[in-house]
Structure formats: C-alpha cells, structure tokens
C-alpha cells in the first residue's frame, strides 16, 4: 500500500497551519518521497511535525519547478534530514543545483521520464519557458499524477504520463488550465494551491472532484 499526505497547501484542517504552496509526502514499501516544500520551511516542518512525519523519514526530495512557492522550503527541509536523494530538473540554476547537492546525498538532474523507485516515476522535464516535472505513482489501480503547478499544461503532463499506463487520477496545483476534457474519466481531480477553475471543474466532475488541503490524505 502507499499513502500520500498532503503536508503543505493554501488551505489546511483546523490544527495544521495554510501557506501559499504545495507539498506531499508520499509513503511506498520502497522510499519515502517528499515532492516540493512549499515556501515556508519553518511551517512546513511544523505540518509534518503534527502530522507524525519526521524528515528524517524522507528518502527523496523532488522539486517539481524552480518557484520558491514550491521549494523555499528546502533548505530548512535538507538542514533537517539525512542522507536523502534529491531529483531536480535539469534546467534549475547552477548556483541552486550547487545549494541542494552541498545539502544532499545525491543530486539527480532529471532531463527525460525516469524512475524514482519501484512503482514512482517522474514524467521528465517538460515545458518551454518554466521548466516543471511531475510524479507518477503506480497504485496497481491505474496511475496517479502529482503536479506541482501545471507550468507546462495538462495535455503535456498526462500525455508524459500515459506513456507509463493508464491515469486514473491527478493531484496538486492545476494551474489556470481550461483543458478540461482531459481529466473527462479520471477517479480522481484533487485540486490545490494555484487551481484557478475549482468551481468548473466541480461542476463537470462533481463525482471525482476533491478540494485537498494540508492534511489531506489518500491511501492507495
């Protein structure tokens, strides 16, 4: 079984504290993987802290795009982990790839799809201006997407991630994205931080939509 928490996020239950950004932890029999830190990592720290999760936990960092909404929390984050593996894109900064590995144990540039480990992929570096990669997790029930903020568009994100297999559901930051034919079948639409259309998206897909929020958690 794995599970994703969502640790970071606009909104947030009632004993958790909201900030602009988005993060998750995601828990797999092989490696635990935190995907973007939000902006904050006082209060990122502080989320995982009440939520039971410790970063020495964490086996790998991803970070989905170089927006400090979505990574100002890593150095606070690598400060307070250990021996953890980090997958940027390759198009992140050369002073910020400097940063992470003197904080790491290893760093990934990612380029192309690649595994993170068994069952957790990442769709690759796409996109033209802002460079962004997101995750697939196999559940063995379909595949779900994490994305971070949608920077490359939908069409992009899921045609990366059905080369892997079918997509049954995505979760995260949908950005300001209109496409919303593409998400026509999925189980699952759980939508945070930057979503702009929540409400349309509602109305088309009542039966799939979730609006997350830090705490939100889904076992798969």
Known sequence: ???????????AKDDLQGGWGFSCFIETPGKNILFDTGWDGHLLLGNMGRLSISPQDADVLVLSHQHWDHMGGMTTFLNASSGVEAYVPAGFSANLKKEISSRCESLHEVKGSRDICKGVFTTGELGKEIKEQSLIVDSGRGLLVIAGCSHPGLAAILGAASAFGEVT????????????????????IGAGHCTAHKDRILELYPDAFTDIFAGYVLEM
């Open 1 to 11: 079984m794995m599970k994703l928490t969502v640790v970071y996020d606009n909104e």
């Open 169 to 188: 559901g995505i979760i995260g930051g949908l950005h300001d994205s209109k496409e919303y034919g593409l998400l026509a079948g999925m189980q699952l």
